[in-house]
């Protein structure tokens, strides 16, 4: 997959990995259009990037994402790649009374999931049109291995999203659209203040491992120690999907 001349939403732009993403694709010659919920909080990541505009828009809210889609129609004909990095996650206990466990998981759901299922079949006939596509859905090492003191529910969410992303992934193989999953370990952003994650890798080595990969057509991204989960625990996972669907 080319990196550079592609038009590419990243959903969740303002902050974090996917602020990283956003300078490094647009300073790469890359158009680059960031959503986030919080006007100001884009405005000041907008400031620091070139090649780049925003659009407010909330990926769980369906109102917002048909005016998002509308104005890339209209706006951005060329779109060529989706990044669906927007997240959320609640730090819980699940065995402890009254925690809400239902609720919490069906915003995580909702978020980690649903709204990528719904933005992607939106896009699709637009990205359909083009030469070279390409689709990337931002999972997590919890797809893998879930932290069930902590995050059981968002792990939960993020393997849902695992399995959608291997059956998009074939699904597509036949057309320009190419399926990617970044998959990143522990990362030091904000989203991950609260589980320790300063102890985590720079947000800009998951964007440089994102681009490295997609220039080799590597379609699993594994980052940092989930590739020690990979290589240790799941090395023929791919395998049994393929094998599974008559693909080997
Ligand atoms: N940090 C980690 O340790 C880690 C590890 C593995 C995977 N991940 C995944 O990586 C992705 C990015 O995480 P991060 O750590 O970079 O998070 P972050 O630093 O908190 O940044 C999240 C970004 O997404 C936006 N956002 C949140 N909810 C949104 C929504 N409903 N609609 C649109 N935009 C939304 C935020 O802006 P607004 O709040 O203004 O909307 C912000 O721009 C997530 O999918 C996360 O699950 C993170």
Known sequence: MKTTNNTILITGGSAGIGFEMA?????????????????ERMDKAIAKLKN??????????????????????????????VINNAGSAQVYNMIEP?????????????????SIIRLNEKLLPLLKQQSEAAIVNVSSIVAFAGRASTLPTYAASKAALHSYTNSLRIMLENGPIKVFE?????????FSAIIGGANGIPPKQVADDLITAMQKDEYEIHVGQTADIFNNFFPLSQKAVLAFNGKL
């Open 23 to 39: 300078k490094l694709f647009s300073e790469a010659g890359n158009q680059v259009i960031i959503t986030g919920r919080n006007k």
């Open 52 to 81: 780049t505009t925003d659009i407010v828009s909330d990926v769980t809210n369906a109102e917002d994402v048909d005016k998002l889609v509308a104005q890339l129609q209209k706006d951005y004909p060329n779109l060529n790649v």
């Open 98 to 114: 009254c925690i809400n466990a239902f609720e919490k998981a069906s915003e995580e759901m909702l978020t980690n999931y649903l």
């Open 182 to 190: 970044l998959m990143p370990p522990l990362v030091d952003t904000e």
